[in-house]
T-cell receptor, first 112, second 116 residues
């Protein structure tokens, strides 16, 4: 069974640009969550989607947004990039019954 | 504020030794406590998890000890091996049974190095 797939794996952007990251969950998983990982702040929750609805949102500015499609695939978008947005962005999917999170390998964003 | 506090930040253990990582939480609504292992360049992978209705859970060389009254839980790695060298994260969630647990509150991580 394929794991959580995130694309792109690496990307470099400049301040002010926007970026879209994609996540394909494990087949059958309808919940997708996003986390930001940085050396300074650790793993921080961004948002969670279930059946195309945002169920939870972390304490990030409105520049961070996301959505989920009917096939459970999810995207997150960061607009007006800042240097501090440089991070590893992790997507995780889960089954509603067990709730265990399975993470992808992440998209490493560098903002110059 | 940090909802889950983890210590130590780094840990060096001899091969064959016991690695112990501790976590503490404040929110009594938390009812799911997983541990994740992360290797460089990879996403975190679920290692073992516990719910507060048991005080200990063992899977192979990995054991979670849970103290509900003290609001603490710990990971013990017995017979530590060089391949265990990784960053370990504790986490907590208040999703409850039968629901997704998308919002995990993570500790800051412990970098474990096991010397051969």
């Amino acid at each position: 069974k394929a794991g959580v797939t995130q694309t792109p794996r690496y990307l470099i952007k400049t301040r002010g640009q926007q970026v879209t990251l994609s996540c394909s969950p494990i087949s059958g998983h309808r919940s997708v969550s996003w986390y930001q990982q940085t050396p300074g702040q650790g793993l921080q929750f961004l948002f969670e989607y279930f059946s195309e609805t945002q169920r939870n949102k972390g304490n990030f500015p409105g520049r961070f947004s996301g959505r989920q499609f009917s096939n459970s695939r999810s995207e997150m978008n960061v607009s007006t990039l800042e240097l501090g947005d440089s991070a590893l962005y992790l997507c995780a999917s889960s089954l509603e019954v067990t709730g265990e999170l399975f993470f992808g390998e992440g998209s490493r964003l560098t903002v110059l | 504020q940090q909802q889950v506090k983890q210590s130590p930040q780094s840990l060096i253990v001899q091969k064959g030794g016991i690695s112990i990582i501790n976590c503490a939480y404040e929110n009594t609504a938390f009812d799911y406590f997983p541990w994740y292992q992360q290797f460089p360049g990879k996403g975190p992978a679920l290692l073992i998890a516990i719910r507060p209705d048991v005080s200990e859970k063992k899977e192979g060389r990995f054991t979670i000890s849970f103290n509900k009254s003290a609001k603490q839980f710990s990971l013990h790695i017995m017979d530590s091996q060089p391949g265990d060298s990784a960053t370990y994260f504790c986490a907590a969630s208040k999703g409850g049974r039968g629901s997704t647990l998308g919002r995990l509150y993570f500790g800051r991580g412990t970098q474990l190095t096991v010397w051969p």
